[in-house]
T-cell receptor, first 113, second 114 residues
């Protein structure tokens, strides 16, 4: 099993550009989530999904969209990148919900100029 | 307003000794707590958890203690090993049956000295 995979590992964008961060898991987990990690702060939840076709907002959803058309994939879209979105992004999945052990991807380091 | 606080950004411990990492929280509705460990350039990995109905949970060298009245939890690592050098995050969740959000502390960087 590959676990949770994320692509790309690194990305540089210009302000206003859009892009999609990819996340996939092969563990048949129902719960998937996206976090961002900024220096000196804990991980903050952007969006999450409790199953295919179901998504909801987390703590910091503005500027991001998600969709969950399959159990395996949970892409994160940046609509119009801003320097404030410079961060490290982690995707995670777990069997049921957040209190179960979450498995994290290796992260995507995004810089917005 | 940080609901989960890890007040020590870093901690240095001699190999073989006990490492104690602390975490405080303000939300009395939190009922489930988790510790994750993170190496550079990797995602966090789950370490140990505790439910609010317990005050201690042990897994090998790792023990988590929960003091609900003080809204404080701690992670003990005994004995500390070089591979334990990492950033440790505590996280909390309220209402484990219906809530899907974890609130994370800022992390403590643990350095194990040989």
């Amino acid at each position: 099993n590959a676990g949770v995979t994320q692509t790309p590992k690194f990305q540089v964008l210009k302000t206003g550009q859009s892009m999609t961060l990819q996340c996939a898991q092969d563990m048949n987990h129902e719960y998937m989530s996206w976090y961002r990690q900024d220096p000196g702060m804990g991980l903050r939840l952007i969006h999450y999904s409790v199953g295919a076709g179901i998504t909801d907002q987390g703590e910091v959803p503005n500027g991001y969209n998600v969709s969950r058309s399959t159990t395996e994939d949970f892409p994160l879209r940046l609509l119009s990148a801003a320097p404030s979105q410079t961060s490290v992004y982690f995707c995670a999945s777990s069997y049921k919900a957040v209190y179960n052990e979450q498995f994290f991807g290796p992260g995507t380091r995004l810089t917005v100029l | 307003d940080q609901q989960v606080k890890q007040n020590s950004p870093s901690l240095s411990v001699q190999e073989g000794r006990i490492s104690i990492l602390n975490c405080d929280y303000t939300n009395s509705m939190f009922d489930y707590f988790l510790w994750y460990k993170k190496y550079p350039a990797e995602g966090p990995t789950f370490l140990i958890s505790i439910s609010s109905i317990k005050d201690k949970n042990e897994d090998g060298r790792f023990t988590v203690f929960l003091n609900k009245s003080a809204k404080h939890l701690s992670l003990h690592i005994v004995p500390s090993q070089p591979g334990d050098s990492a950033v440790y995050f505590c996280a909390a969740s309220e209402d484990q049956d219906s809530n899907y959000q974890l609130i994370w502390g800022a992390g403590t960087k643990l350095i194990i000295k040989p």
